[in-house]
């Protein structure tokens, strides 16, 4: 496979965008740190008056609040897990009690995780998380006893950042 058909990106990847809407979200010393990016040097202008400029230049950001009311009110609401077998309610798999508390093996809750991966497509205009399947080492489980003592079973999540998905 040639190099240049590995390196190609989807057209909308832009990262330098993306850390500007990011910048936007947070504010603060984020926006701060990124200012050159926002306040643009005028031509013919003295150092001096545009690193003035720099300094007083204020931004008062709503897209942050804005974001995360929305994000809590989406996610406000407990997650309940319910199954069916043939129309009939039975009690779920204990693996989505122990998803629902801890789904990317860090600790985090699913409702948070979700909040979170809602929270970046709102700011970047997409989420990208994926599902890591647990190593068995090159070893095959003998039996079920063996597949549950090495949690093979125990899938979770991971977010992913925009820049490190390159196409899509």
């Known amino acids: 496979m040639l190099i240049s058909t590995l390196s190609q990106t989807h057209p909308t990847y832009t990262p330098l965008v993306w850390q500007q809407y990011d910048a936007l979200y947070r504010g603060g010393e984020a926006f701060r740190g990124a200012i ?7 031509p013919e202008e ?5 690193s003035a400029r ?19 009110t989406l996610c406000a609401a407990p997650f309940d897990t319910r ?7 039975v009690d ?9 508390v801890d789904c990317d093996g860090l600790g985090t809750d699913f409702v948070d995780f979700m909040r979170a991966r809602f929270t970046a497509a709102c ?16 070893a095959a489980p003998i ?6 003592a090495r949690a093979l ?3 979770t999540l991971e977010q992913l950042a925009p820049e490190q998905v390159l196409d899509w």
């Open 153 to 155: 079973g125990r899938f």
């Open 143 to 148: 039996n079920r006893a063996e597949y549950e």
């Open 92 to 100: 779920p798999d204990p693996f989505y009690a122990a998803f629902k």
């Open 46 to 50: 003295p150092d001096a008056v545009y």
């Open 54 to 72: 720099k300094v007083t230049a204020r931004y008062c950001g709503y897209v942050g609040p804005l974001v995360d009311f929305f994000a809590a």
């Open 36 to 42: 050159d990016q926002f306040l643009p040097m005028n």
């Open 123 to 138: 700011v970047n205009g997409r989420a990208w998380w994926r599902i890591v399947a647990p190593s068995d080492d090159g």
């Open 83 to 89: 199954a069916l077998r043939a129309g009939v309610p």
